[in-house]
Structure formats: structure tokens, C-alpha cells
């Protein structure tokens, strides 16, 4: 499964209330769901997911399949290094798709041997996340994604400028805080690309 071309990633210190981006978000969007810290985190989840499934918006959630499963998300988004979980996961929830975050070409092939469906490279510009991280550049993102075993979808300092040069080098999608939720991509931009 692919997902759509742009992945909302929620995020409790610097992002929106999800709830709101989720009902604002242009149709062909999909929604990756972290606040981890969240007190409230299996609440927000389900508020969010009933949102998403009137939408029609995919919801996959981090960190956790038993919560993806029980809030009819579609996947569990892993970070880097729970990739080796993936088999143990997929075995007790085979139904969710897993999408992983990467940081390199290694474990890009290291998530595809273990499961993952799409690999979210990341940071490929710099970004408010990672503060002082100058990003891996254009060039760079783009040698790694043509060695890719999975589909990759670009995260990190994603803006709808450099997000169709990405498409034109054959990335599958993005990921994106601070854009989606400005509103800065029109649904052209994300039709267009592909």
C-alpha cells in the first residue's frame, strides 16, 4: 500500500491541535498521529480517528499498534531504532501497515527487510524539529532513495518549492508539520507532483 502524497505528522510541542489540521487538511492526506506525551494520548487518538474515518483521511498511529488497532487506524509509524520490532508487531497485528522513519541508507534496507511498507527519510532539509541539524540536501536524499527497497516519502524542512523537486527525483510523498498545518500546499501542488 502507498499511502497518500502527504503525511501530516502531528506534534505536541510546536504542531496544532490535531483535531483542527485533521478537519482542515485538503482530501488526499493522510495523517501520522505521535504525541507521545500526551496524557490523554488514547482519548486524542480516538477523537482523531473518528474524524479521519468520516474524512476519509488515512490515520496511522506511532509507537503503538495495539492503539493503531484499536482505533481502526491504518498503520503504526516506528521510529529508527524500533525497526527490528517490526516482525514481532506485524506477527501480532497483521492487518496494520508500518511506516518507519530512517535517517540512512542502512536502515532504510534495514526496514524494508523487516517489513516496513514505506520509509520516511529523514532530515532531508533543515527543520524547527531538529534544531541545528543542517538536513542530508537534495543531492544526498536523492542517491538514497534511488537505493531504496521501499517507497520514501521525504520529511524535514518540506516546503511546496522543494517538494516538487523531490517529486521530479522520484520521492513517493512527504511528511510535514508547519506546511500542511499553514496551508501552504493547494491541492494542485499535491496533484501536480505526482
Same mark, same amino acid.
Request: proline share 7%; charged share 20%.
Given at each position: ?22 478537519k482542515?487538511? /485538503?482530501?488526499g492526506c493522510?495523517?501520522?498521529?505521535r504525541?507521545?506525551?500526551?496524557e490523554?494520548?488514547v ?6 480517528s473518528?474524524? @479521519?474515518?468520516?474524512?476519509?483521511? /488515512?490515520?496511522i ?7 493503531a ?6 498503520? @503504526?509509524?516506528?521510529a529508527e531504532?524500533?525497526i /527490528? ?16 522513519t ?8 534495514l ?12 532530515p532531508v ?10 538536513g542530508?540536501?537534495l ?5 538514497i532513495?534511488?537505493?531504496? /527497497? ?5 520529511l524535514?524542512?518540506?516546503?511546496p ?7 521530479s ?13 499553514n ?12
Open positions: 500500500m502507498i499511502l497518500p502524497q502527504a503525511i501530516y505528522f502531528t506534534d505536541e510541542q510546536r504542531g496544532a491541535d490535531p483535531m483542527r489540521v485533521a482542515e487538511l /485538503p482530501s493522510g495523517i501520522i498521529f504525541h507521545y506525551n500526551d490523554n494520548r482519548k486524542t487518538a480516538s477523537l482523531l473518528k474524524i @479521519c474515518i468520516n474524512r476519509e483521511i /488515512p490515520l498511529i506511532a509507537q503503538s499498534p495495539d492503539l488497532h484499536r482505533t481502526q487506524s491504518i498503520g @503504526c509509524h516506528i531504532y524500533l /527490528p520490532q517490526i516482525p514481532l508487531m506485524k506477527k501480532r497485528f497483521p492487518k496494520l501497515v508500518f511506516t518507519a530512517c535517517h540512512s541508507e542502512k536502515s532504510l534496507h526496514a524494508a527487510k523487516m517489513g516496513a511498507t514505506v520509509a520516511f527519510l529523514s532539509f533543515p527543520t524547527n524539529s531538529h534544531l541545528g541539524q543542517s542530508l540536501g543531492m544526498p536524499a536523492a542517491l532513495r534511488k537505493r531504496s /527497497p521501499l517507497p520514501v516519502y521525504a524535514g524542512g518540506i516546503t518549492q522543494n517538494w516538487r523537486q523531490l517529486a527525483i522520484g520521492f513517493n510523498g512527504f511528511g510535514a508539520i508547519s506546511s500542511l498545518e496551508k501552504r500546499f493547494e491541492k494542485s501542488d499535491l496533484v501536480s507532483s505526482r
